[in-house]
C-alpha cells in the first residue's frame, strides 16, 4: 500500500474507521458542544430570569472545575484501557447532563450545579481521548490526521449557534437545551460503537496480556506473538512520564502559552454572538457571522495540520495564534461593518483551529506517547481553565464597563505574547523522533 500511495496517504487509508469515528466524536463531544452555544443561550436565559450575562456566561467555570477534576483521571485511562470505552461513555453522560440543562430553575446555584455534572460526566468526550488515538495510530501523516478529527469543532462551531438559535426561537430555550443534548447520542455513540478501534499496540497489548495471563507459566512467547502482528505496528510508545515533563521546562512553558492564547481565542468566541448583538447586527446574522467561525476553525486546522507535518510546529503556529489580536482591534470600532465582522470572526476561527492541533502535536513530538494521554490531560485542564474561565471574564467586564473594549485590548496582547514564546520550546527532542509505521 505504501508503495501505491505513499506513506502519509497509506497511514490514512489504514486508519480511516478511526478517523471518521473520531472526527464525529469531537464534534458532537464536551469540547464544542458548551462552548459554542451558551452564547446564544446567555440571552433568553438572561431576559427569563432577569441574570446578567456575566452571571451566565460564569456557568463555563462550574463547567471548567468539572472537567479539570476528571480529564487527567480519563488520560490516565485512555492510556492504561484504550479510548474506545471511555468515549463511549462519556458520550452518554454528556447527552444526558445536557438534556438536564432543560430543566433549569430560577436559581443560578442549580443551574451552575446542572454545568458542574456536564463537565464531570462528559470529559471523556473532549480531545485528551480522541487525540491519543490519533497520535499512537499516525506518524508521518499525524498533524493532518489530527487536523481532520479535530475540525469536527468547527464543522459544529458552524452549524452549532445557527442550530441553537433556531431552536430558541422555534421551540424555546428549553427544548433547545434538549436538541443541543441529543447530538452526541443520536449521532456520535452508534458510530463511535461501530467504527472506532483503539491503537493496534494498545488493542495487541491488551489481548496479549490477557492471554498471557490464561497460559501456564513457562509458555513460549510464539504462542502470542501472531496478537501482535495481527496489524500494523505503530510508533514506538517511548516517552517521559508526567513526573519527568513536570521537571522539563518546556513543560511550564507550553502550559503558559495555552492559558494566553485560550484566554482570548475562547472568550471572544462565546461573547461574539452578544457583542455582534450590541453592535447592532439581528440574532439570525449575528449568529451567521459567529458560525462563520467554524468555517474558519476548519480552515485552521487543516492548514496546520498539513504544515505541521512538513515544518516545525511552533514557527506555523507563531501568524495563526497571533491573528486574533487583529480581530480584537477591529472589534473594539463602535460601528462594525459587516465585511469586518465575518473577517474577526474568520481570524478568531484560525486561531482556535490552529490551537489545539498545535498543542496536541507539540505534546506528541516533545513528552512522547508513552504517558501521552496523562501529560496531554494537565495542558487540556490548563486549556478548560482559561477556555471556562474566560467566558465569565469577557461577560463580566461587559457588565461592569458596559463594553467588551478593555477585555478585548488586553486578551489581544496575550495572545500575541503566548504565540512568540511557544518558539521557545526548541527543537524537537531526537529521542521522541520516532519510526513510521511498517506496512504488513
Not at 264 to 284: E, I
Request: glycine share 10%.
Amino acid at each position: 500500500m505504501t508503495e501505491r500511495y505513499g506513506p502519509r496517504m497509506a497511514e490514512m487509508i489504514r486508519g480511516w474507521r478511526v478517523l471518521v469515528s473520531s472526527f464525529l466524536g469531537v464534534a458532537c463531544g464536551a469540547s464544542p458542544l458548551p462552548i459554542y452555544t451558551i452564547g446564544v443561550f446567555a440571552v433568553p436565559l438572561a431576559a427569563t430570569f432577569d441574570w446578567g450575562r456575566g452571571d451566565v456566561m460564569l456557568a463555563t467555570l462550574p463547567l471548567t472545575i468539572g472537567t479539570i477534576l476528571t480529564v487527567p483521571l480519563i488520560g490516565a485511562l485512555a492510556d492504561r484501557i484504550g479510548v474506545k470505552p471511555i468515549a463511549m461513555l462519556a458520550l452518554v453522560g454528556l447527552s444526558l447532563s445536557f438534556c438536564a440543562l432543560a430543566l433549569t430553575p430560577d436559581s443560578l446555584w442549580v443551574f451552575y450545579g446542572l454545568w458542574l455534572l456536564v463537565g464531570l460526566l462528559s470529559a471523556g468526550s473532549t480531545p485528551v481521548t480522541w487525540t491519543r488515538a490519533i497520535v499512537a495510530w499516525f506518524f508521518m501523516s499525524r498533524g493532518m490526521a489530527l487536523a481532520i478529527i479535530l475540525i469536527g469543532t468547527g464543522v459544529a462551531g458552524f452549524l452549532l449557534p445557527i442550530y441553537a438559535s433556531w431552536l430558541i426561537e422555534t421551540f424555546g430555550w428549553r427544548q433547545a437545551f434538549v436538541g443541543v443534548g441529543l447530538l452526541p447520542l443520536v449521532i456520535a455513540l452508534p458510530v463511535v460503537w461501530l467504527l472506532f478501534q483503539d491503537s493496534p499496540r494498545t488493542a495487541a497489548a491488551s489481548a496479549a496480556a490477557r492471554a498471557h495471563a490464561a497460559q501456564p507459566a513457562g509458555t513460549p512467547r510464539a504462542a502470542t506473538s501472531a496478537i501482535d502482528d495481527a496489524a500494523p505496528p505503530p510508533p514506538t510508545q517511548d516517552g517521559m512520564t508526567l513526573r519527568e515533563a513536570l521537571r522539563s521546562y518546556r513543560f511550564w512553558l507550553l502550559a503558559t502559552v495555552i492559558l494566553l492564547v485560550t484566554v482570548q481565542t475562547s472568550g471572544a468566541l462565546t461573547n461574539l454572538f452578544p457583542l455582534l448583538m450590541d453592535r447592532g447586527f439581528a440574532a439570525r446574522e449575528a449568529a451567521t457571522i459567529a458560525g462563520t467561525i467554524g468555517i474558519s476553525v476548519i480552515v485552521g486546522r487543516l492548514m496546520t495540520g498539513y504544515l505541521i507535518d512538513r515544518f516545525w510546529a511552533p514557527g506555523v503556529a507563531l501568524p495563526l495564534l497571533a491573528l486574533p489580536a487583529v480581530a480584537c482591534l477591529i472589534l473594539v470600532m463602535p460601528e462594525i461593518a459587516v465585511p469586518l465582522a465575518f473577517a474577526a470572526a474568520f481570524m478568531i476561527g484560525l486561531a482556535a483551529g490552529a490551537e489545539t492541533d498545535v498543542f496536541a502535536y507539540v505534546t506528541a513530538r516533545y513528552f512522547g506517547l508513552k504517558h501521552y494521554g496523562r501529560i496531554y490531560g494537565v495542558f487540556y485542564a490548563v486549556f478548560v481553565f482559561a477556555a471556562g474561565l474566560s467566558p465569565f471574564v469577557f461577560g463580566r467586564v461587559f457588565d461592569v464597563t458596559g463594553s467588551y473594549n478593555l477585555v478585548l485590548y488586553a486578551s489581544a496582547i496575550m495572545v500575541v505574547v503566548g504565540a512568540v514564546l511557544l518558539l521557545m520550546m526548541g527543537r524537537y527532542p531526537s529521542q521522541f523522533t520516532m519510526a513510521a509505521p511498517q506496512e504488513t
